[in-house]
């Protein structure tokens, strides 16, 4: 396939992948009597039907992108980040106590603190998951997923004593939250009416300065390099275990900071239920931005626009907003599916031949050049035989698998 | 299993094709009974795929398999073992926390019984199997206790109580020292008297010894069929790759190094192998600039100590950016793991020991065009086949990828150079440029540490051979008087010149 056919052929894999998510998410709603149509016109466009509707989303997609970031961070290095909830609420509380703590200090100086406490906050939590991996070799699944009930059970702990906030004992209602932030700790709001705040800009910024990092630096090298083969990293003198314990630490830093932001600039006090999952959204954002920074800021979108609509389908469709998080995991299937499709040579192959098939166009002849050698799955093809090396790269690893089943139509098409 | 024998097996107009690639194109083969049809070609040239397709792990798009002159049609593993046909394949398929019994009952039906397995049958076949075939295998020991060398005798047995008749083998000696190659290569001549095998490989002398017939693939092609008595292996070698191969030799005649102090120097040091076992005992070596020192008969790594100096500057012990930084080179043992990063594309491959030098970078931000333009030289320079430098290392060929490690490894300008099996699985092309390479590096002063198995990798490229038995130097003799012979007598332990 050339480049313009290769384009459009992973176009068209998107789009059945979106198709087929949306086609499991109908049967869900079918189950729960919902109507499906409005379901849907709900989600995908109540959203973006006014200001308040876009200024909403941005306001869920910056938490979002700022987890997705140091997720991204981690998983290019080689750990795989499962604390980013933890992290966020580590956060929250390291930049409210700072905010309330030293809430006589000027704006310039209190915002810019509070917010890197909270990166301290969230960092000192990843971290610990981080020497734990590199120092004792502990599994970062495990380690930052206990650390996550850990900082659940902490927060509620503080919220419920040490930082609650005194008033609710005088009145008797005893909320779990603490004391509203001083006003010197606020994060600006952008547009009167909405919660939009000076968080973008964060985002945004720290967007550029993590593809900087990464792909720009000799640190970002060093840690991509410990990511992608720890052991030829270490044979080339990169000092690995330092670099697994610095990416642990920026990327709980990341999610301490979305926390912070999301304090101080959308509900200017710690509550419960304040990381609403964006810890675990945070990953699929990730995953789905194709862990770079150009693609988790349009992913992070997305993202806040669904979680936004399955609020509005609650209201609007009487669709439990619970059914969203189906559709969000329908999602994430179609998507890792259809990545197996964009990925694999010879299902593209098989596509491709399939295609001229039916539609009676002869397949062109493959060009001189590449009639050449074989891809032995004991031996690594050579590139410069094909066109596609990521192609070729990809049939080593699949080589071994699709040995069974593939290619037993055009052998039954011959006949 | 169990049916008529195969007198005769024919491969006619075999194509398969992957996206892009032609890998197997209209292959004629035939291998009739009792006897050993070698199939030769450089790596990627065809012989697994056909082998595969033979094995019913890939569907030929075209062509048909014949037995006893009656088409058949393998959909899988299991339709080939049903007409006789076993594979052992280069890398073992066995589960190493199993006995051998075990593992041989896996791929055996008729143990399986509706609630038990049939243990005790599978022992007895296997016992059977190895007294007929002389094939010592001790059915309760776990497979990760046995050697190299024993693994493959359970491939072997395994296959055979699975019924095999007809037997492929994939590269089986790429994983063996030479003693267990030879004990290999006369099992399976008795073998061939009972069965038919087809062996696949690229070393020309095994060829030579084992098999009655040759075919030689290229690019997918049968490009040469005769009898392997008839041809040498230099016309086989030839033939495989296209063009007259003659590797390079070292040229120490008449070179006085004594006066040379080491360039590169070992003391004393004692090394503890994985096992616990001891790998090194006191080994001191000293190198030259510009000399190539073969060591032969060591293998493993582990806990050391001792001393060891680059132009005087000790590295035993530091960290590996502190023995980067003081000159010295190395070619790992695993190119796929430890030589490169495999996602990374082969330009960040090439700067992956010096991107923190201000050639690449300025206060921590690399300089992408110069970068870029170092693997356009190096490209160039060490013939590198890649589409750009942007394409991942790990797509390329082992070839190309010892290519890449090269080039970063030697455009450092090492004082001192370790390169362990440089040319591992490699063709005859790739090695005759590798071997190229490191001789010109020797005149231009570099010592070089030659860690090899092929001993006449050692003896074309050594001004001295150390022989290293049971973690002592045995003896350290001239290169130009090592002869293969008197070599694996010294790794054998004896000495008696």
Request: aromatic share 6%; with cysteine.
């Amino acid at each position: 396939m050339n480049k313009s056919g290769k384009l459009a052929y992973n176009a068209s894999v998107v789009i059945v992948a979106i198709a087929a998510a949306m086609g499991i998410g109908a049967i869900v709603f079918a189950m729960v009597g919902a109507d499906i149509v409005k379901a849907y016109t709900v989600i995908l466009t109540e959203p973006l039907k006014d200001m308040i509707g876009i200024t909403e989303i941005i306001v869920r997609a910056v938490p979002l992108s700022l987890i997705a970031l140091g997720i991204a961070i981690a998983f290019r290095s080689g750990i795989l980040n499962i604390g980013a909830e933890g992290q966020m609420l580590m956060g929250i509380l390291a930049s409210s106590a700072t905010a309330i703590a030293f809430a006589s200090l000027p704006k310039p100086i209190l915002v810019p603190l509070s917010i890197l406490a909270g990166a301290a906050g969230g960092a000192i939590w990843g971290g610990i998951a981080g020497v734990l991996k590199a120092k004792l070799g502990v599994n970062e699944i495990l380690s930052t997923v206990m650390l996550n009930y850990i900082a659940a059970q902490f927060y509620t702990f503080l919220l419920r004593g040490p930082m609650m906030d005194p008033e609710e004992l005088v009145t008797g209602s005893g909320t779990p939250q603490t004391v509203r932030m001083p006003r010197n700790a606020w994060l600006d709001r952008l547009l009167p009416g909405t919660r939009l705040h000076a968080g973008v800009y964060i985002a945004i910024g720290l967007a550029i300065v993590v593809f900087f990092l990464l792909w720009r630096t000799t640190a970002g090298f060093r840690m991509r390099a410990a990511g992608a083969e720890a052991k030829a990293a270490r044979y080339s003198g990169v000092k690995v275990q330092r670099y697994l314990i610095i990416a642990m630490l920026l990327s709980g830093a990341f999610a301490g900071m979305a926390g912070a932001v999301e304090v101080l600039g959308v509900h200017r006090r710690a509550i419960e239920g304040i990381s609403g999952g964006y810890g675990f959204t945070g990953i699929v954002v990730a995953l789905f931005g194709g862990l770079h920074p150009a693609g988790i800021i349009p992913a992070s979108m997305f993202f806040g626009l669904l979680l936004l609509g399955a609020d509005m389908t609650q209201r609007l469709a009487s669709v439990p907003a619970n059914m969203v998080l189906v559709l969000q995991g329908a999602i994430i299937l179609a998507i890792v599916s259809a990545r197996q499709f964009m990925n694999n040579p010879y299902v593209q192959d098989k596509v491709a031949r399939a295609f001229s098939r039916w539609f009676g166009k002869p397949e062109p002849p493959a060009p001189p050049g590449s009639i050449q050698a074989c891809p032995d799955p004991s031996d690594t093809p050579d590139p410069c035989l094909a066109d596609d090396p990521d192609a070729l790269a990809a049939a080593k690893d699949t080589a071994s698998k699709d040995t069974a089943t593939e290619d037993t139509t055009p052998e039954e098409a011959s006949r | 299993m169990g049916h008529e024998p195969i007198r005769s097996l024919e491969l006619r107009g075999i194509t398969k094709r992957f996206p892009g690639i032609l890998a197997c194109d209209h292959i004629d083969l035939s291998v009739g009974e009792h006897s050993v049809r070698a199939l030769v070609g450089e790596n990627g040239a065809g012989k697994t795929t056909l082998m595969n397709i033979l094995m019913g792990l890939y569907h030929p798009d075209e062509g048909h398999i014949l037995i006893n002159g009656s088409e058949v049609h393998f959909r899988s593993p299991n339709d080939a073992f049903d007409h006789g046909i076993g594979m052992v394949h280069q890398h073992f398929m066995l589960v190493q926390n199993m006995t051998v019994a075990e593992n041989v009952a896996l791929g055996m039906q008729s143990a399986h019984k509706l609630f038990r397995l049939d243990l005790a049958s599978v022992k007895k076949r296997i016992l059977e199997i190895s007294e007929r075939h002389e094939l010592p295998v001790n059915p309760d020991a776990m497979v990760w206790q046995l050697s190299v060398g024993e693994q493959q005798r359970v491939e072997l047995v395994k296959t055979l109580c699975l019924g095999a008749r007809f037997l492929i083998l994939d590269e089986p000696t790429s994983a063996l020292t030479p003693q267990e190659t030879d004990e290999l290569i006369l099992l399976l001549q008795k073998m061939s008297r009972e069965l038919s095998i087809v062996f696949i490989s690229h070393k020309l002398n095994e060829v030579k010894a084992l098999s009655d017939t040759v075919s030689i693939l290229r690019r997918g092609r049968i490009v040469f069929e005769g009898r392997t008595e008839n041809h040498s292996s230099s016309d086989l070698a030839a033939l495989m790759t296209g063009h007259e191969v003659e590797l390079p030799r070292v040229d120490s005649t008449g070179i006085d190094r004594s006066g040379d102090r080491g360039l590169l120097s070992i003391r004393e040091l004692n090394v503890l192998g994985d096992r616990g076992n001891i790998a090194l005992d006191g080994v001191s070596l000293d190198l030259a600039p510009g000399e190539i020192v073969g060591l032969a008969g060591v293998s493993g790594n582990g806990q050391r100590s001792g001393s060891i100096q680059i132009d005087g500057v000790e590295i035993a012990g530091s960290s590996a950016a502190r023995i980067i930084g003081v000159g010295m080179g190395y070619i790992p043992e695993d190119r796929n793991t430890e030589g490169i990063v495999p996602s990374f594309s082969v330009r960040e491959n090439l700067v992956l020991k010096d991107v923190g030098e201000k050639q690449w970078s300025t206060a921590g931000f690399l300089k992408l065009k110069a970068i870029a333009a170092n693997a356009t030289g190096l490209r160039e320079r060490f013939d590198i086949r890649c589409p750009s430098t942007d394409t991942a290392a790990g797509s390329l060929s082992g070839g190309n990828i010892q290519k890449v490690i090269l080039a970063r490894e030697l455009a450092r300008g090492p004082k001192a150079l370790v390169a362990v099996y440089p040319t591992r699985g490699l063709d005859m092309g790739a090695i005759e440029f590798i071997h190229k390479q490191l001789l010109e590096r020797r005149k231009e002063g570099v010592a070089i540490l030659l860690i090899s198995e092929e001993l006449e990798e050692i003896m074309n490229l050594s001004d001295r051979v150390a022989v290293i038995y049971k973690g002592k130097i045995l003896k350290v003799v001239p290169g130009k008087d090592a002869t293969k012979r008197s070599l694996g007598l010294l790794m054998a332990g004896v000495v008696d010149e």
